[in-house]
């Protein structure tokens, strides 16, 4: 497809809510997917002959499934709190981006096929038929959220419209209209392993020659093992890691911190994904098939702790949703057979999962890990808060921790630290504009003005603070941010994962005996890492 | 009695009752229906404690609101407080016989009436001449909002202005409802308008936006505990899908 020409967005000193500008955002929406793609998920190939009926059956039985989607779609009142909090709509101006309008586009069709007085008096409470226009709005519009959850925290209700969205995808995938890169990705996660399709052979290829280059870089033999049976931490990280700028070096500073914590861990090539795109697309149980090749591999692998690299979405459904998904967590019921079979090897003195940032974190308030911190002088840094880890995890089992352990450990490792605007970050951070399955460049148009927000706070702490590195701990967020950021004026390279700065500041000496051999383990590590237990 | 007392008789009862079994059912829906996987938004409560307070600072306070647009939170919560004072003191009528004395203590709340009616005119005002919101306004929420405005001013014609009507027999009529000891109803328009609306209120309640009402008790995104990882939480469907699952995973591989 050759390149939309659209404009790109100005950066102002201070956003302002845009005039609506209707159907500019209208289109085809994102590529769709085809047979090869969505049979194996289970959904048609193409859009069925039935569709509508098949819509309605499935909003039906959605409904029925997840008290989200009824209570949100019954509760809205319109009362226009969220109309300005999508970074889409601000980036577009485009109307049927702001979260209630987008979610009206499921909420009147709910309306016209649910409720007394959608069916009776349809135009009196903007019920809407289901009708061929309505399905092309919701494959345009509902591919241009990125399902943040920015709107929810504004919400007076907390009316969540990545529920809605999640739902209204289900609904399309069910009736064929799939979306292909989501689901061409999760075929390659499903079967081989991995959203890349790299196979085990390339992978371990990959690792090796990541070891030589560290070694050759460092001067220490840090290992990247792969299916290392027995080791005591299952690292689960996005493939992006395996390759990607600037991904990689967040992977190569994991390895750091392990070598230097002397710990054994391994990479599974069964299960060489963090990322989730079942969650994109809605379905539970795609989600859920992606996260049981985790528990597979923690199985297999006989390990003690499972563990979360630097993905945004991947560390939701992790912490929020693997303990439903997989039993990967704690406190089953005895009586829960197959969760107990997984959650009884497990080491319960650590929280499962675990985040690599709660680990390093951790490592670092036990002062076990030495730093330079001048190696990072030359970098103002900030930190751009991922939506999913923010708006729905937990770090470190205190309040806010997903926005305190990460800025924790960049202030521990760089000098220079500024935050962005209040109203931009933690709780209220803005989406980087990539999230939520619309990392493809097909949906360019949308990334780049959706960026907007983000890159106009990040403009204010550039031009005020000197700020010229924007850190994050999503796989999702750094490859967009490779690509927007040059759009709007940015150098690209200064994006990095936080582990890359950790990485950068890390001194590397000889591994201390620490808690993974019996022996070394002092007392005092004991009592240390039973009090994070409780009050995780 | 007269006809038209035998009417809003019959309307009160049948409104109450749509508006009974409607929310009952409502909200045996609302808490029935799971809620698959913990999707609590920040910033959240990591115990039910923390829980039952950001619920009541959300229902008292509109925390939400306030953090998202201090108009539509200043509005809105005008408009709601004022009601809230305002139905408090209409207590009053359906109290047969003497009051209790604290009812004195109620008697400024009528002025309530005022901050219910300025909140629900800038709500108007804004669902009009706010583009945004005048975009996803559908014709239902223009008019539930002069409905209750004209309830409001309809009250206070008849409290603040020589439109008095007899709140001896108000107070008759309404007790009697309670006590189905049916009297008849002053028949002044201000008063069958005002309580036409309300019978009316009761019983598009189940079937309208008001639902937010019994909704935010029920929102998993404010109403989880986030522990996600310290307890496992599943739905029902979903453990009978595992264990099928299970199931079918030892006849085809003999194992997990």
Not at chain 1, 98 to 114: G, I, K, N
Request: hydrophobic share 40%; charged share 20%; glycine share 8%.
């Amino acid at each position: 497809m050759a390149a939309k020409e659209f404009d790109i967005p100005k950066l102002p000193t201070y956003i302002e809510i845009p005039e609506l500008n209707p159907g500019v955002m209208k289109g085809e929406g994102p590529f769709k997917s085809s047979d090869e793609f969505q049979n194996p998920l289970g959904f048609p190939g193409e859009k069925v002959d039935n569709w509508k009926e098949v819509a309605i059956d499935k909003m039906g039985e959605l409904k029925s499934k997840y008290r989200s989607v009824q209570v949100f779609l019954d509760s809205c009142v319109k009362c226009g709190a969220c109309t300005d909090k999508c970074h889409y709509f601000l980036g577009s101006s485009d109307p049927k981006n702001m979260p209630v309008a987008r979610q009206d586009l499921f909420r009147s069709v709910y309306r016209r096929y649910f409720t007394f007085a959608g069916k009776h008096f349809p135009k009196l409470v903007g019920a809407k038929e289901l009708d061929d226009e309505m399905v092309d709005d919701w494959y345009n519009y509902f591919h241009q959220c990125s399902q943040c959850r920015r709107c929810s925290v504004f919400c007076p209700y907390g009316i969540d419209t990545a529920e809605i969205s999640m739902a209204a995808r289900e609904v399309l995938d069910t009736i064929g209209l799939g979306q292909k890169y989501c689901n061409q990705i999760l075929g390659k996660a499903l079967t081989v392993g991995n959203n890349l399709g790299l196979p085990e052979p390339a992978l371990k290829d990959t690792l090796i020659d990541l070891e030589e280059e560290v070694e050759e870089d460092f001067g220490a033999p840090v290992k990247y093992p792969l299916d290392a049976k027995g080791s005591e931490i299952l690292l689960i990280t996005p493939s992006a890691d395996f390759f990607a700028e600037p991904h990689i070096d967040g992977l190569i500073g994991y390895g750091k911190v392990f070598y230097q914590d002397g710990v054994t861990w391994t990479l599974s090539s069964y299960a060489s994904e963090g990322a989730n795109f079942g969650m994109f697309i809605g379905s539970y149980d795609v989600m859920r098939k992606a996260a049981l090749r985790i528990r597979k591999a923690a199985l297999d692998l006989e390990v003690s702790r499972v563990m979360v690299g630097e993905c945004g979405h991947a560390w939701r459904v992790a912490y929020s949703f693997w303990n439903t998904l997989s039993g990967v967590g704690a406190g089953a019921q005895s009586t829960d057979e197959y969760a107990s079979k997984l959650q009884d090897q497990l080491d319960h003195r650590y929280p499962q999962p675990q985040h690599i940032i709660e680990y390093t974190y951790d490592l670092i308030q036990r002062d076990k890990l030495n730093f330079d911190k001048t190696e990072n002088d030359d970098r103002t840094v900030t930190f751009h808060d991922s939506c999913n880890v923010a708006r729905a995890t937990n770090m470190g089992g205190i309040e806010g921790g997903q926005f305190i352990l990460p800025r924790e450990v960049i202030k521990a490792v760089c000098n220079n630290y500024v935050d962005m605007e209040r109203s931009t970050i933690k709780e209220s951070t803005f989406c980087c504009g990539g999230g939520g399955g619309l990392l493809t460049d097909d949906l360019m148009e949308i990334r780049v003005k959706g960026a907007m927000p983000r890159m106009q706070a990040l403009k204010q702490v550039e031009e005020n603070n000197g700020v010229d590195t924007l850190a994050a701990i999503c796989a999702i967020c750094k490859s967009q941010f490779t690509k927007v950021l040059p759009k709007f004026d940015f150098d690209p390279y200064m994006i990095v994962s936080v582990h890359q700065l950790v990485s950068a500041a890390i001194i590397l000496d000889k591994p201390q005996a620490t808690h993974s051999s019996p022996d070394g383990q002092t007392e005092a590590d004991a009592a240390e890492i039973a009090d994070e237990a409780e009050t995780e | 009695m007269s006809t038209i007392s035998i009417i809003f008789t019959a309307l009160f009862y049948i409104s109450l009752f749509i508006f009974i079994v409607g929310m009952g059912r409502k909200i045996y829906q609302f808490s029935t229906t799971p809620a698959p996987l913990k999707i609590p938004t920040a910033p959240t409560p990591l115990t039910q404690t923390g829980v039952v307070f950001r619920m009541i600072r959300e229902v008292t306070l509109f925390e939400s609101l306030f953090r998202s647009n201090k108009w539509i939170w200043l509005f809105g919560f005008l408009f709601h407080f004022g009601l809230l004072l305002v139905l408090v003191r209409h207590l009053r009528y359906f109290i047969p016989g003497d009051l209790p004395e604290i009812f004195l203590l109620m008697q400024p709340f009528k002025y309530a009436a005022f901050a219910m009616i300025i909140g629900l005119g800038g709500l108007l005002a804004r669902r009009i001449f706010v583009s945004r919101i005048r975009y996803i306004s559908a014709p239902s929420d223009y008019l539930m909002l002069l409905m209750l405005i004209v309830i409001g001013v309809s009250g206070v014609i008849m409290t603040f202005t020589d439109n008095h009507t007899d709140v001896m027999a108000v107070k008759a009529f309404a007790s009697g409802l309670v006590i189905f000891d049916w009297a008849n109803l002053p028949t002044e328009i201000h008063f069958l308008v005002h309580l036409l609306l309300v019978f009316v209120l009761l019983a598009i309640f189940p079937i309208s936006k008001l639902l937010h009402v019994p909704g935010v008790f029920f929102s998993p995104t404010r109403n989880q505990v986030d522990n996600a990882r310290k307890k496992r939480h599943i739905s029902p469907w979903a453990l009978q899908q595992e264990k099928e699952h299970a199931v079918k995973l030892e006849q085809t591989l003999g194992k997990d």
